[in-house]
């Protein structure tokens, strides 16, 4: 009877703990929903979409299937709502699949399939790559691998959106303003 009225309190605080925790996280959407936008994979209509919407790029997600870091990206960072609304507030956002034989058509108007693409325009062998790309259609940030956290890819956003990539490198910036915060 002591045994069985132990385990319910158990059970009902770690019910209680696991509700209230969960009250506390940040809210979540699937990120193939609600961050990546559609395309019919034609890179040069999708520069005069992000000119017409006032966009300042457009981010190229490159994933491969079976990649730990791109599902960590989409599972941690790529679902947080604040993420979510940034990035979709300021680029036109795109998966592209590095293995993929999907047709597209890159920035210049050229057809190609994604991984010619990934591997012969943009030189990506290792997923995630995060490449931002400027209205007419330049390379202007790559990032290769899963960010730390979804403030330090808010961050990065934040880097492509001032231009910093301008005046310095990604690394630096993190940096200084990490000095920043810590006064």
């Known amino acids: 009877m002591l045994i069985n009225t132990y385990r319910n309190r158990l059970f009902f605080f770690t019910l209680c703990f696991m509700f209230i925790s969960s009250s506390f996280a940040a809210p979540t ?10 395309t019919f994979g034609d890179f040069s209509e999708e520069l005069q979409t992000a000119k017409e919407e006032g966009k300042k790029g457009i981010l190229i997600f490159f994933e491969m299937d079976e990649c730990p870091f791109c599902h960590w990206m989409k599972t941690n960072v790529l679902n947080q709502e604040e993420v979510q609304k940034y990035y979709k507030d300021n680029f036109l956002i795109f998966a592209v699949d590095i293995e ?33 790309f400027d209205l007419q259609g330049k390379r202007v ?5 899963r960010t730390g956290s979804k403030e330090e890819f808010l961050l990065l956003g934040q880097f492509v959106v001032d231009k910093e990539y301008e005046k310095t490198k990604f690394s630096k910036y993190k940096r200084a303003h990490k000095s920043k915060k810590a006064q």
Do not use: L, W, Y
Not at 29 to 38: G, L
Not at 112 to 125: C, I, S
């Open 100 to 132: 993929g034989d999907v047709e597209m058509t890159n920035f210049q108007g050229k057809a190609m399939t994604q991984k010619d693409f990934a591997f012969k325009e943009n030189r990506v062998r290792a997923t995630p790559v995060i490449a931002f």
């Open 141 to 145: 940030m790559r990032f290769t691998g």
């Open 29 to 38: 959407k699937n990120p193939e929903e609600h961050f990546f936008d559609s």
